[in-house]
């Protein structure tokens, strides 16, 4: 699937705008992202750290939680950015979860923090990636609709 350069740049500013809000008093990795819904809105999300550390939530699932409450479930892209100069991924928490409401075909924008890159072309050292180059041979909510043996047959 393929974005139209003014969306793409919207979703990128947008991370990077939304990388500034992070809470992250303990790991100090901030991370911002935006997600492009059907209907054109976009969603920020930043990561939420919390002194009990399981109770902490990542941007890209933040983005995804709000879209959710707001009733909305038809995403387009997903734009990712950090403090790193590299192209980072999301977590295995996040792959699942994009998995859940996304296509295997939605890009997935991996931006570094130096954003646009000095020599780096048209594409400004963007990784684009889809939900499902990021999580192969995924489990989603199809896989529950398959046909299961009895529970008994192994015994």
Do not use: W
Request: charged fraction near 25%; aromatic fraction near 6%.
């Amino acid at each position: 699937m393929s974005l139209p350069i003014e969306s793409r740049e919207e979703l990128i500013q947008t991370a990077i705008k939304a990388k500034s809000y992070a809470y992250a008093p303990y790991s100090k990795f901030r991370v911002g992202a935006a997600l492009l819904c059907a209907d054109g809105t976009v969603i920020k999300g930043c990561n939420v750290e919390n002194a009990s550390y399981g109770g902490a939530i990542c941007a890209e699932r933040t983005a995804i939680v709000k879209a959710v409450s707001e009733g909305k479930k038809d995403f387009i892209a997903i734009a990712v950015t950090t403090d790193v100069p590299a192209t980072l991924s999301p977590c295995g928490i996040c792959r699942q979860v994009l998995r859940e409401f996304c296509h295997l075909d939605t890009p997935v924008l991996l931006v570094p923090a130096d954003y646009p890159q000095e020599g780096a072309g048209e594409e400004g050292g963007v990784r684009v990636e889809t939900v499902g180059g990021l999580l192969p041979l995924s489990f989603g909510p199809e896989d529950l609709e398959q046909p299961r043996l009895p529970a008994d047959l192994g015994k």
